[in-house]
């Protein structure tokens, strides 16, 4: 679950969480100061979390996360 999405894989997850991210820069033009994505890693049944339950593995290419996040840093 990616929200309240089912994602199939780890490509499909990171898809997923790219979508959330860039959803949010029209609301930093409105004034949001903050974004929380709360599912870091998977826990029991839930398998969205950006890492495995372990902590072992990321789940998503963290290169990329880091783009994403660092073009909604600079969005003003």
Known sequence: MVGSR???DNAALESAY???I???PPLVEKGLAAAVYTQLTDVEGELNGLLTYDR???KVNADRVARIHRQLIEVK
């Open 18 to 20: 790219e979508q959330l």
């Open 56 to 58: 072992k593995v990321t």
């Open 6 to 8: 089912s994602v199939q």
């Open 22 to 24: 860039a959803r949010l």
